[in-house]
């Protein structure tokens, strides 16, 4: 069924298959030494990538010159903090926001001037508001906090943004963008608000007020990114458009189970390393587990 997708990631870790099982690891439940405080979703739905190819090529040159961290991990915190540079925040572009960061990576001034380099073409001297710098400084920020180590990797993202949601947030969107770099904005978007409600109770029935059921979860995930589906899984199934061939399950596929293509019990959503998000079942939480059920009856790519 789905395929763990073999990819470089930094070697994310003893846990699982690549950045696969990271979260759970973790447990259930203003910074860059410089944050934004973590992501919001948005009901607005992007267009494009989740990460421009430009941006892309920066997170590669920067993670280059710290080995064994991911350029996923430093694309998931750019497009957490700023939207890859896209965001018209306060502090993004200029200023600061209410926290005091600034530029796209969101750096504290006193962080950055400890970590602040020129990156290849960039200002000089350093600019946390300069995308080159900003993400060189990152990289370097990163590999000081111990990120290109797997045993380390999730200490060095709390002490970017001290938040155990961001962290998951961004371990999410990194193991996505591991399996595919040309993730779709509107497929971030819904992993990005699954990732968040991580360790939230399961409730037969809930769509977010004290819990979500699996349906209920994949509704609000969507509703988030700008894309409106169905309520009850198996209606979702129908909504489509059908995923063809296992193969080809991308990061924000929808994973359905059940008997039958017109029996469908449980619905997923797909992270990428053969990973989903999902309520499972009254007694659980929402969480991160393998999506390799044998009751698998197929997948849709909402949008």
């Not at 860059?32 to 990460?51: F, K, L, T, Y």
């Not at 000089?124 to 990163?142: G, T």
């Not at 978007?189 to 979860?217: E, I, K, N, V």
Request: charged share 15%; glycine share 16%.
């Amino acid at each position: 069924m789905v395929k763990a997708v073999v990819g470089v990631v930094a070697g994310c870790i003893v846990f699982a298959v690549l950045f696969g099982g990271c979260v759970a690891a973790l447990g259930e439940g203003g910074d860059a030494q410089g944050g934004s405080g973590g992501p919001a979703g948005s009901s607005i739905r992007e267009d494009g990538p989740a990460v421009p190819s430009g941006w892309e090529l920066l997170d590669q040159g920067a993670a280059a010159t710290c080995p064994g961290l991911a350029w996923s991990v430093l694309a998931a915190i750019g497009r957490v903090e700023s939207d890859s540079g896209r965001s018209s925040a306060p502090g993004v572009a200029n200023g600061a926001n209410s926290a005091g960061a600034e530029g796209p990576m969101q750096f504290e001034p006193a962080t950055f001037a400890r970590y602040g380099v020129v990156g290849p073409g960039g200002a000089d001297p350093p600019s946390p508001y300069d995308p080159v710098d900003a993400i060189y400084s990152a990289a370097k920020l990163l590999c000081a906090d111990g990120a290109a180590r797997p045993s380390t990797l999730f200490s060095a993202i709390d002490d970017y943004n001290h938040s155990l949601s961001y962290v998951e947030t961004v371990v999410v969107l990194a193991q996505a963008l591991s399996s595919n770099p040309s993730m779709p904005a509107d497929a971030a978007g819904a992993l990005a608000f699954a990732a968040q409600q991580l360790g939230t109770p399961y409730l037969w029935g809930g769509t977010g007020r004290g819990g979500y059921d699996c349906s209920g979860l994949v509704q609000a995930a969507y509703r988030a990114a700008g894309i409106g589906l169905p309520r009850v899984a198996q209606d979702q199934f129908d909504a489509g458009p059908q995923v063809r061939g296992d193969g080809d399950v991308e990061p924000g596929d929808l994973l359905f189970y059940g008997t039958s293509t017109g029996s469908v019990e449980h619905v997923g959503i797909y992270v990428g390393a053969g990973e989903m998000i999902d309520a499972p079942h009254t007694g659980t939480v929402v969480r991160e587990e393998p999506g390799d059920w044998n009751d698998f009856v197929g997948a849709t790519r909402p949008g």
